[in-house]
């Protein structure tokens, strides 16, 4: 069965800083890991979909890896904003009917 | 635009009652799903359905009944609402396997 964990659970920085958000799942055998991004009381925002295949994804200030023998996915966010606090989720999807499975997040404060 | 749309965003209702929830989603994705955010904001996949087939079923209790007219529509209907069925409850749609998730702003079903 499929766990996936994010470490921190939260985190707060002062702007400017880089943010480093750390995402584990168990079993390797996944076709695409997604970041998303859910501000209070609003829905889901996709930031990065990484293929099994890749190793990166970038968006602008975004950088999503992906290890997957180590089971591992790390997002960078380069100089943070205030704009960029939110809850950010991880999600594999590991199975062909497209079940995402999700980590419990990591709730980011940025301080101006 | 573009988009997967719930209806509707907040609902209050008594414990008892019979509600609806609507999705629907102008992407020409084949696949739609259901997912419920509980308390702890952690969010955990329902039901699935692929161009009007059932495919994922989880451990849901039977009072929630899913139904797909067609692949661009995917309704919620829950009988009998209880108290533990206070959440936010969030449709999403994907193209494919190697596709990303797209999702729907949320419903927060509150039962009192």
């Known amino acids: 069965k499929q766990e996936v964990t994010q470490i921190p659970a939260a985190l707060s920085v002062p702007e400017g800083e880089n943010l480093v958000l750390n995402c584990s799942f168990t079993d390797s055998a996944i076709y695409n890991l997604q970041w998303f991004r859910q501000d209070p009381g609003k829905g889901l925002t996709s930031l990065l979909l990484?293929?099994?295949?890749?190793r990166e994804q970038t968006s602008g200030r975004l950088n999503a890896s992906l290890d997957k023998s180590s089971g591992r996915s790390t997002l960078y966010i380069a100089a943070s904003q205030p704009g960029d606090s939110a809850t950010y989720l991880c999600a594999v999807k590991g199975d062909s009917w497209g079940k995402l499975q999700f980590g419990a997040g990591t709730q980011v404060v940025v301080t101006p | 635009d573009t988009a997967v749309s719930q209806t509707p965003k907040y609902l209050v209702t008594q414990m008892g009652n019979d509600k609806s929830i609507k999705c629907e989603q102008n992407l020409g994705h084949d696949t739609m799903y259901w997912y419920k955010q509980d308390s702890k904001k952690f969010l955990k996949i329902m039901f699935s359905y692929n161009n009007k087939e059932l495919i994922i079923n989880e451990t849901v209790p039977n009072r929630f009944s899913p139904k797909s007219p067609d692949k661009a529509h995917l309704n919620l209907h829950i009988n009998s609402l209880e108290l533990g069925d206070s959440a936010v409850y969030f449709c999403?749609?994907?193209?494919?396997?190697?596709?990303?998730?797209?999702f729907g702003s949320g419903t927060r079903l509150t039962v009192v």
């Open positions: 999403a749609s994907s193209h494919g396997v190697n596709y990303g998730y797209t």
């Open positions: 990484i293929q099994s295949s890749q």
